[in-house]
């Protein structure tokens, strides 16, 4: 393993010691929260969990399952699956 803080090494023995990560957060831009950005960022790192040749069946992870569960705001009727954007009316 690379030369990570303690912290971050902790956090990469849990990735690997895990059989399911999920990932539960509300959506903030489309995206994920800066604060869960920066440990994916950070734990997720090159030369350990990806990259070397680390591809498809050569996958460190290989066996293991994740799951998003994300939570979004909004009124009902921006979510209208007829509608790309719909306003509420008022």
């Known amino acids: 393993?690379?030369?990570f803080s303690q912290?971050?090494?902790a956090e990469i023995h849990k990735l690997f010691w895990c059989d399911v990560l999920i990932f539960q957060f509300p959506l903030w831009?489309?995206?994920l929260p800066g604060i869960l950005k920066g440990w994916?960022?950070?734990v997720?790192?090159?030369g350990t969990i990806y990259g070397g040749r680390r591809f498809y069946d050569n996958r460190v992870l290989q066996g293991r399952k994740a799951m998003l569960s994300l939570t979004t705001g909004g009124p009902e009727t921006m979510y209208n699956p007829t509608i790309?954007?719909?306003h509420e009316q008022g």
């Open 44 to 46: 997720f790192a090159m």
């Open 84 to 86: 790309i954007l719909a």
């Open 1 to 3: 393993m690379h030369s």
């Open 29 to 31: 831009w489309f995206g």
């Open 7 to 9: 912290e971050i090494q």
């Open 40 to 42: 994916v960022d950070r």
